[in-house]
Structure formats: C-alpha cells, structure tokens
C-alpha cells in the first residue's frame, strides 16, 4: 500500500512568518479558497481588528489551510518574499521564506527544485541558533528524501532532526521527524522500525491535539500491519485512523482511507465490506477531484467485481479509467487498465481476447522500454554538451591566467631545479667523502684484525708447544706415576684442540684475505677415497662406519691444493662426530653434465629448521651436541664455506630433526679444452 505523502507537515511552517506577510497574502487566499467560508473569515478580522497578535494568529490559521489546497498560488508570493528578505538581509525571514519555497515545492512533487531551497534554509537558520525552525525544514528535506528514493539520505536527517529538536517543547516538528522515519522504514521493509517511529509520532500528535497527524501515523502502522500480513491488525488501526480523520481530514485525505479499509477487507474476504469502502473512496475521490484517488477507487471496484464474477460492473468501473488515462497519457495507468482487461477476458473464457491484450502488454512493455532508452541517450547527449562547453569555456577564460602562471611557474621551477642539484651535489660530495674515510678506516681495521689474529695465533703455538715438551721430558724422566696418565692424556687433549683451533684461526686468515692462489686440476672420487680411508680409525672409535658411492667422473675439477681433502674431511668429522655409536655415514659421488657432485649423509640427532641459517657462521654453537663428548671450535664449516667459495662450489644442506643431515657439495668440471693456472 502507498505511504501517506507528507504534505500536512507544510502547515507548520506558516505559524512563524512576519505580519506583513499576511498582509500581502491574505487578500489572494480570500479570494481563492472557495472551500472555506469567506463570511466566518470577515467576521473573524472585524471580531480581532485592532489587536495585532490574534489577527496574526487568525492569519496564521487561514494560511495554514490555504496550503492543502492552493500550492501554486502559495509559491509564486514566497519566491518574491525571499527576494524581498534577501535584498534586506533579514536572515530570519530570507531562511523562513526559502524554507516556505521548498516545503511548497516539495509539496507540488518537485523534488529536485525543493532540495536546494530547504538545505539553504537549514544552514540560514543553524546560523541564527533557530533550532526549532532548522528541525522544521530538515523533517521536510528527510521525508523529500524519501519521496526520491534516497533512503539512507533521508534517514540521517531525520535522525538528526529527532537529536535536534528531542528537547523542545513543542512536538510539531519532532512528531513530523519521527513520522517521516517511519515512512522511511516501511519502503525498506523494516517494518518493527517503522512502526515503532509512526507510534511515537501518534503520541507526539495527540499531545499537541493533532488529530490529522496522529490519523495518519496510525494509517501508517496498519499499512505496516497488513505488510507483515497481520491483516486483522491492520484493520483495526485503519479504523481508529479514519474515525480521528473525519473531522478533520480533506475529501482526498478520506478517499485515501477508504480506500485502504476496502483493501483490507478484500484481503479478509468480507466482500461487502469491501465494495463498500471502495465506493466511498469513489465518493470522495470525486468530490476532491484528484484523478488518482479516483482512479484508486475504480481500480478497487473492478478487482471486487472480477472476484465477484460480476464482469458487467467491472467492465463499467474500467471503461471510466480508461476514459481518464487517454486523457493524460499516463503510462502505469494504461498499462493497468490493459492487465484489468486481461483478467476480466480470463475470467470470461474469452481467450482471443486475452491473447491480443497480452500481445498489447508486450507492445507497450517494447515502446516503454524504447522511450527509457532513447531519453536515456538524450540525458547523456545533452549532459555531454554541456560539460563540453563548460569546459571550453572555463579552458578560453583561463588561457592567459595559465600562459602567466606557466611562465611564472618556470622560472621558479628552473631556480628550485637548479638549487636542489648544487645541493645535491654537495650532499653527494659530502656521502663520497664519508664512505670513502670509512672504507678506508674498515680496510685498515680489517688488516688490524688479520695481523692481530696471526699475532695471537703465532703466540700462542709457542706455549702450546713447551707445554707439550714438558709432559714429554717429565714421561721420559719417568717422573709421572700411573695415576697422573689420565691427567697427562686430559692436557694432550686439550693441547690438541688448541693447536687444532689456531690451526683454524690461521687459515680463516688466509682464506679472508681472498689472495689469488694457483689452481690445480683434482679427481673428486680420488679425494673423497682418501679422506674416508683416514678418516676410517677414528670413525672405527665409535663403530661407526664410512660407506662410499662413487660414480666415475668424466674430468676432474678445479680447486686449491689440499682445498678439497680439507673441505671433505671438516664435513666429514662433523658427520662422524655428531653421529650415534654403531651408525653409518654415507658419501656419494656422482656427476651431472657440467658439475661434480659429493653429497656426505649422517644418521645423526638433525639440525632444527630455525637454527639453519646460522650454521656457516664463525664461532656458532648449535644446540646438537657431538654424540662422544668430542670437542666443537665453530669455525669448521665456516672454513668449509669460505673454501667452497673460493673455488666457485656451492655448499647446500638438508636436515631433518631426528633422522639425520645431508651436506651436498657441486664443483664446476674441467672440460676437456680448458686448463688451470
């Protein structure tokens, strides 16, 4: 069902205007509100003359009825007063006359014209601190809002309006804020929401004695009722509705709820409910004059007597829509009475009929359509032309402004240009200087550290040394008993691992120096026997075995001497030692066509995933331990890298926790025409 169009909330706005401005309307709204008694009007200005305030308040009633009925008239005085009021600059009632324009507008449908006026009445008003007057014209502007679909618009304004004018004494405005959100509400189907909004405006209405709004809140929470299908609900309210409009409602007003209660009670099925109140929607449909609830009314009836399988009366209902929708060519009319005549054909058996009407739906669906595009097309066309030319002349008028400014504009950018480069140069200058004091400064440290650490290296072999020689001469002197041998076998040990760690030191040393060394060509399978036989009595200690897998390579490769036996033997003590007891580690040698491949496999505890990325670091510690207590400088794989490196190897490993390690190792091969040097 149709939500009742706002156009009572336009009174409101006539009780706050100057009494001059009575004066200029109140001769053109005697003479034309032939629906009023003009006689009671005169006795009513002979009764007041004299007391300017009742005459005000008597002018103020009679203009608050003239807008129902003559619109028109009404906007042509408010356009002049807002100039008037503009040229004198009186706020008040420059905002009060542009607010009267809008709701005026608003009223005749003009939705888009009326936005403008409203919205520049708001902010007029908000500038004076009218609260009152503000909340007025938002209610206006959230319910037009409504009208053009822009619901979630509407909403915010009218939730605004309800903040602003909450504490106001008079509800007029508030009731008007609350009504429009329940319109809003039912046209996006929140019905709770909207009836919720039209009972606060029911009660803000009857507490200011407002029998037309709080009938029409009503209306609207029975059309929220029979949208939810509570149709006995429905009833009830539209009853209450049209018992509180009686009084006081227009000839439109009531035909519209009539119209309503006919629906209803067809819905229940009491037909002769129905028929009733369509024919007094028809009644004062007519005497009203307005085409569409006269239209409601016949349209109404002609439904009730094609259920009724009264097809003669439904025929003569149709035939008086159908006069009035040639005359003003209204398509959504037309194309109703067309459905109404197909249903009335159904309803008589008479098929031929009802196939040319249905062919007649299609055709007017087809011309529908082809006027949307084609009004489509001409919008565009039309907007396009007239952006272009505002946009060719908004280019003429600021040609010269753009030559001025662009030459302006490049000198300033020349000069900046040029200041930025000198001081980047400067800055430049300045960083080169810097980074080459410090390369020079981390060059000289770096030369510090390697002489440093061959300085402490060289040092510290010499009393490593005559440690070693005094537990020498002290065994040969026979001056060490049999309980100091486990003591004497502990500092051999530990000399060892010191020697075995400068010998480290050293050659990190000498590897970071990164000096070009000759290359010699080396056989991979060859080396990897040999450094797995030596390796054989110590792997034995732990019962360990070294198992090996060689493929014949096509050529040797290219490496350092002893580079390779040293890369080889790190990487296998380490498999040794972090092996369990009784476990076999495994190297297999095989070639791909441009490299040489050694891949060294242990059974051993893994390497975590984490700790993967510091594992060819110098002095790193990993939390795998060696399974015999044996001793870990960790520099050994660091050595293995910088070796690996050096000769133009890659190193990769692959570790799973709990099952074991896998060192690969890839050399580039000697082709058959290269050499060494």
């Known amino acids: 069902m ?38 009671s009007l005169r006795q009513l200005m002979e009764r007041v003359d004299g007391d300017p305030a009742v005459a005000e308040a008597a002018q103020l009633e009679w203009m608050r009825k003239a807008i129902r009925f003559h619109p028109d008239s009404l906007l042509l005085v408010a356009e002049d007063l807002a100039v008037r009021y503009e040229g004198r600059r009186d706020t008040n009632f420059w905002a009060r006359s542009l607010s009267l324009i809008g709701q005026t ?29 503000a909340g007025g014209s938002s209610a206006i502007l959230g319910d037009l809002y409504r009208a053009m679909g822009r619901f979630e618009d509407g909403q915010k304004v009218l939730l605004w309006t309800c903040r602003l004018v909450r504490d106001q004494p008079q509800k007029k405005v508030l009731a008007m804020a609350e009504f429009g959100l329940g319109n809003i509400y039912y046209n996006v189907g929140k019905f709770a929401a909207s009836i919720k909004s039209y009972r606060n405006s029911y009660q803000h209405n009857r507490e200011i004695g407002d029998s037309l709004g709080a009938s029409k809140a009503l209306s609207g929470i029975a059309n929220c009722e029979a949208s939810r299908q509570n149709n006995r609900s429905s009833l009830e309210y539209s009853r209450q509705s049209l018992a509180l409009m009686k009084p006081v409602g227009t000839s439109a007003e009531l ?51 094609i259920f009724t399988r009264q097809l003669a009366s439904a025929r003569r209902h149709l035939d008086s829509v159908r006069t009035i929708a040639q005359m003003n060519q209204d398509y959504m009319v037309q194309k109703q009475v067309i459905d109404l005549d ?31 595009k084609a009004k489509a097309i001409e919008e565009l066309t039309i907007r396009f032309d007239t952006e272009l030319k505002e946009a060719e002349n908004a280019a003429l008028k600021s040609e010269n402004a753009l ?18 480069l000198l001081l980047v140069l400067v800055v430049f200058f300045s960083l080169f200087q810097r980074m080459r004091n ?75 120096r990164k000096e070009a060394k000759e290359l010699v060509p080396v056989q991979l399978d060859k080396v990897v026997g040999q450094v797995a036989e030596s390796f054989a009595p110590v792997a034995q200690k732990k019962s360990t075995r070294i198992h090996t ?25 380490n498999a040794i030692k972090f092996s369990p007891p009784a476990s076999q580690v495994d190297i297999y040698v095989a070639a791909t066509p441009t490299h040489a491949q050694a891949k060294i496999v242990d059974k051993g505890p893994g390497i975590p995933e984490d700790e993967l990325p510091k594992l060819f670091r110098k002095f790193s510690r990993l939390s795998p331990r060696p399974t015999a207590g044996e001793s870990s400088t960790g520099l050994g794989l660091y050595i293995v890298q910088l070796l690996v490196e050096q000769v133009n190897g890659t190193i990769v490993v692959n570790s799973v926790l709990g099952e074991g390690t896998e060192f690969i190792l890839e050399f580039p091969l000697l082709q058959a025409h290269q050499t060494v040097g």
């Open 2 to 39: 149709p939500i009742w169009p706002n156009q009572w909330q336009f009174c409101l706005r006539l009780f706050f205007f100057h009494r001059g401005f009575w004066c200029l309307l109140l001769p053109l709204f005697v003479t034309s509100l032939k629906a009023t008694n003009q006689d």
């Open 105 to 133: 507008r608003y009223f005749l449908t003009q939705f888009e014209e009326a936005e403008p006026y409203l919205v520049r009445a708001i902010q007029l008003h908000l500038s004076t601190g009218d609260t009152l007057e």
């Open 255 to 305: 035909a519209y709820q009539y119209f309503s209660l006919g629906d209803i009670f067809e819905v229940i099925g009491q037909l002769d409910s129905s028929r009733y109140y369509y024919l007094k929607c028809l009644e004062y449909a007519e005497a009203s004059n307005i085409e569409t609830y006269i239209i409601w009314g016949h349209f109404g009836l002609v439904e009730h007597y």
């Open 342 to 372: 197909l249903k009335i054909a159904e309803a008589a058996e008479d098929y031929e009929t009802a196939y040319q009407l249905r062919n007649q739906q299609i055709d007017m669906e087809d011309s529908l359509l082809d006027k949307e």
């Open 403 to 420: 030559i001025l400014q662009r030459q302006n504009t490049t000198l300033m950018v020349s000069i900046t240009v040029v200041a930025l």
């Open 438 to 512: 410090l390369n020079q400064q981390l060059m000289e440290a770096n030369g510090e550290k390697d002489a440093l650490m061959g300085i402490v290296a060289h040092d510290l072999k010499s009393p490593l040394r005559k440690v070693g020689a005094l537990i020498g001469a002290m065994q040969g002197a026979e001056l060490l008993g049999s309980s100091h041998h486990l003591f004497v076998e502990k500092i051999e040990k530990a000399i060892s691992q010191g020697e075995n760690l400068i010998g480290e030191l050293e050659s990190i040393v000498d590897l970071e």
């Open 549 to 573: 897998h060689c493929e014949t390579l096509p050529g040797p490769v290219a490496t350092y001497r002893d580079s390779l036996d040293r890369i080889l033997g790190n990487l296998l003590s």
